[in-house]
């Protein structure tokens, strides 16, 4: 089969390899599509702690079919379209699992990072946690729910968003043009900040009442009278430190601030006023991709309409440029790399 593997940091070829076989409790999937996140590029890296074991084949935003199980799966999955998310295991007993918090599991698996991912014709994955899709539909399309969407879903969720809220969206690609439509569906005003003005546009387009530039020194001072002394909250999916410094001043007081990009290296580390936290009564909270509730309601609305990427296609030849535009910043929407025709 074609597989994008990574040798070591920073070390990423297209090559063929053997198809994997399905173990016990897994799901052989014949990748449909897989998007293209900013979290492949530091499993390519090797900067975030602890990196990646070598050689990994990356891409956890997947939709693809069942073609076989492994010992005691359900052959009830096989010619299922499905979908495969980073979160790709846990042990379902410890107390974080119990407790709606299963991908901090101490056990915890991550596809396309502790195992091989989607950038590939075919991956493994274990079959109580892939999502069940429908048999019509772009599976280009919908690839981007499986990150971007359930991501943002909980990171709404972590800040209580409800009806009526102020959201800033800070970082209006891959993850934020989702999340400015989670936010619409759930009845939230958007703002969205992003230094390009063709994402600008974008976020307007999907919903975003207002959309400033982070080097816009009047920006701030906007959003403040707009939303009457701050957003009630702000999602910060831009990798950059900045970004979640200027969050921490820009949100009202008492409001929630939501860490969801994660910058690694050496920019994984903010400046940080305690007293204008602990005077404005703000919070810092993070989160974490999602869980298979947080999975399962992200891909309900997306298939109900509610949101839809904005999605272009990029063949597996490509995909190296693809991720070098998504290091440079070039990446409008999601580019989402189609498996489907050629190879195999
Ligand atoms: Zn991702
Ligand atoms: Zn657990």
């Known amino acids: 089969m074609r597989a994008a593997i990574i040798d070591g940091p920073g070390r990423l070829r297209l090559a063929q390899a053997p198809v994997p076989a399905p173990r016990d409790g897994e799901a052989l999937i014949r990748v449909e599509a897989c998007g293209i996140c900013h979290s492949d590029l530091h499993a390519i890296d090797g900067d975030w702690t602890p990196p990646p074991a070598y050689p990994l084949i990356p891409g956890h935003e997947v939709v693809g079919r069942v073609v076989a199980v492994g010992g005691d799966a359900s052959p009830s999955l096989i010619g299922r379209r499905v979908g495969v998310a980073w979160h790709g295991g846990a042990c379902g007993r410890c107390a974080w699992c119990r407790t709606g918090f299963e991908t901090l599991c101490p056990e915890v698996e991550m596809t396309g990072y502790t195992r091989n991912g989607g950038f590939a014709d075919y991956l493994t994955a274990r079959a109580d946690f892939v999502a069940l899709l429908p048999d019509e539909g772009d599976p280009v399309a919908l690839a981007p729910v499986l990150c971007a969407g359930v991501t943002t879903y909980r990171g709404l969720n972590r800040a209580g968003v409800g009806a009526g809220d102020w959201v800033a969206v800070s970082g209006v690609g891959g993850l934020g043009h989702m999340a400015v439509q989670y936010a619409r569906a759930r009845g939230a005003r958007v703002i969205a900040i992003d230094p390009s003005p063709e994402r600008r546009a974008l976020a307007t ?112 030849d490509d995909l190296p440029q693809a991720l070098e535009a998504l290091r440079r910043g070039r990446v409008s929407g999601r580019w989402v790399l189609d498996m489907r025709g050629r190879g195999a």
Do not use: C, M, Y
Not at 252 to 273: C, H, N, Q
Not at 290 to 301: H, I, K, M, Q, T
């Open 205 to 316: 387009q999907l919903g975003a009442e207002e959309a400033v530039s982070p080097d816009d020194p009047a920006g701030r001072d906007r959003i403040t009278a707009l939303t009457d002394g701050g957003p009630r909250a702000v999602l910060v999916t831009a990798p950059v430190a900045s970004a979640f410094e200027r969050a921490i001043e820009l949100v009202r007081p008492g409001g929630v601030v939501v860490f969801i990009g994660l910058p690694g290296g050496d920019a994984d580390g903010i400046r940080l006023s305690v007293s204008a936290l602990s005077n404005w009564e703000k919070s810092v909270v993070g989160s974490n991709v999602g869980s298979r509730p947080d999975l399962r309601a992200a891909v309900d609305l997306a298939l109900a309409g509610a949101v839809t990427a904005h999605v272009t296609p990029v063949s597996f």
